[in-house]
């Protein structure tokens, strides 16, 4: 099994900045795409960003292209999402997830193995 432990979520006030952290564990080496999705209340979950087992490839919402950075450590088996410019629309419980498959999916469903969540929470 794996698992994944975010961390790094808080308040901060618009236009500031947040690192958030996902730590995994386990069967790692069965890990290849890492993705970060979020879920603001009352609104279904969705695609933030992903990146691929080597770090060369990344994909990104719309929403958040130019402000955030997903990169991934693999000697301390760690992804990152360095979130800039922040919005009180990014107000979200962000999870890492991530997948056996080597594709960048934006899909939900496509993540076999998914952290708790960290509350990202950006003040007007």
């Known amino acids: 099994q794996v698992q994944l432990v975010e961390s790094g979520g808080g308040l901060v006030q618009a236009g500031g900045s947040l690192r958030l952290s996902c730590a995994a564990s386990?069967?790692?080496?069965?890990?290849?795409?890492m993705g970060w999705l979020r879920q603001a209340p009352g609104k279904e979950r969705e695609f933030v960003a992903a990146?691929?087992?080597?770090?060369?490839?990344?994909n990104y919402a719309d929403s958040v292209k130019g402000r955030f950075t997903i990169s991934r450590d693999h000697a301390k088996n760690t992804a990152y999402l360095q979130m800039n410019r922040l919005k009180p629309e990014d107000t979200a419980v962000y999870l890492c997830?991530?997948?056996?498959?080597?594709?960048?999916?934006?899909?939900?469903?496509?993540?076999?193995?998914w952290g708790q969540g960290t509350q990202v929470t950006v003040s007007s």
């Open positions: 386990g069967r790692t080496s069965v890990i290849n795409s």
């Open positions: 990146i691929s087992r080597s770090g060369d490839s990344t």
């Open positions: 997830a991530a997948r056996r498959g080597i594709a960048l999916s934006t899909t939900t469903s496509a993540y076999s193995y």
